[in-house]
C-alpha cells in the first residue's frame, strides 16, 4: 500500500467508526429522556449510561486523532515534515492557550476534572497554526482523559527562559517520555514544522509536558 | 408567513441512519412530527409533503446530494424562506467558498451531535411540545451538561 493508500484508508475507516460512534452516543443520551424524573429505575441507571457515554465520547476522541493522523498522510505523498510543511507565522499562543481552554471546559466538567488555564499576555513564538492549535488541544485531552476524577489539570503559556506551553496534571504516570501514547505521537508530528521540543519535567506528584519554542525565533 | 412563525414539523437529513432515527423516535416521543430523509435529493423531495414551516436539520455531508447542493436548490425556491435550517458539521470541515447559505439558516451544529443541542433548537423553532419537556430537558442535561 501506498503512503496514500494508508492515508485515505484510515481517513475512511475513522469517519465510519465516528458516524457510528455517534448514533451509539446519541441512543444513550436519548434513553434517560424517556423516564421520568422520579423514576427509581433513572438513579440505578444513570451511571451506567454515564460511563458509557463518557466511554463514547472517548473513543470518538481517538477517532477524531485517527482522522487527524491519516490527514497527515496527505494526498500528494508528503508528510507535515517534508517539502509539503505547512507555512509559519506568528502565532500568539496566550490565544491558543485561552481558546483551548474554552474548548474544552464542559470536558473538563464532564469528567469532574478541574481544568485550569494560565494563558500569560500575548507570548509569541513562530509556527504552523492550525497544527499548533490541533496538537495543544489534542495533548490537553490526552491529560483530561488520563487524570482521574477530582485531579487537576493546569495549562499554562509561559515567556521564561523562551516560549512555553505547560500542560501538568496532578495524576502522576501521565506523560512519560518513554511511553508514547497515540495523542503524544499525533503531537509530535504535528509540532514538527514548527520545530517545538517536549520536555518531560515530571515529579512523582505530578505529570508534566512541556512544549518548548526556541528562544528568540522571532 | 411570517419569519416568527413557529415551525409545525421537523426535518432529520443525515444519511448516517443511527442518528437520523434516533432523533426522530426521540423527537416523536416528546409529541413533536418528525421526519427523516437520507440525503439532500430525499429531502428536497421530502419537503414539501410536510406540515409548513419545517425546522430542517441538514448535514452537509452526504452522498447522492449534499447539503450544499441542497441549500443552493433551495436557495431558488421563494417558498422556503419560510422554512428553518440548522446545518450540521463535522469539526474539521471547511465551510465551501462558493456555498450559498440561506438567510433563513438560523444555526450550525458539529458533530457529534448531543440530544440536548438538539432538542433546544427543536423548543426555540418549534414551542414546546404537549409531551415532558422538563423531564427530557433535565436528563439530556445530566448526561451531557
Known sequence: ???NEVGDF????????QNQMGAVDLNLQIIPTLLNDDDPTLQTIHPFLSRAALAA????????????????????????ATTAAPP??????SSKVHDCGLALASAARNRNVQLQVTPGQNI??????????????????????GSFPDSLVTVACLSVPSPTIEISSSQDGLFEEHRV???????????????VRLDYPSTPSQSTLRLVWKASQL | MSDSALCQSILITDDNDGVRDALIAALKSNGYEATGARNGK?????????????LIFLDLMMPVLD????????SRDPQFSQNKVVTISAVNLKSRADAKIPRNTVDRLQKPLTFKSVFQLVQKFCGPSGASIAGANAAAGALHP
Do not use: Y
Open chain 1, 181 to 195: 501514547t497515540l495523542a503524544v505521537f499525533l503531537a509530535k508530528k504535528l509540532l514538527e514544522s514548527s520545530l
Open chain 2, 42 to 54: 430525499d429531502a428536497i423531495s421530502k419537503l414539501s409533503g410536510l406540515k409548513g414551516p419545517t
Open chain 1, 57 to 80: 465520547t472517548d473513543l470518538t476522541e481517538t477517532l477524531i486523532d485517527l482522522q487527524t493522523f491519516a490527514q497527515l498522510m496527505s494526498t500528494d505523498g508528503a508528510s507535515v
Open chain 1, 88 to 93: 509559519l507565522t506568528v502565532l500568539n499562543l
Open chain 1, 10 to 17: 484510515l481517513r475512511l475507516l475513522a469517519h465510519d467508526l
Open chain 1, 124 to 145: 509569541l513564538a513562530l509556527g504552523a497554526s492550525d497544527c499548533v492549535r490541533r496538537a495543544i488541544k489534542i495533548l490537553v485531552t490526552e491529560a483530561l482523559r
Open chain 1, 1 to 3: 500500500m501506498t503512503q
Open chain 2, 67 to 74: 447539503g450544499w447542493q441542497a441549500l443552493e436548490v433551495w
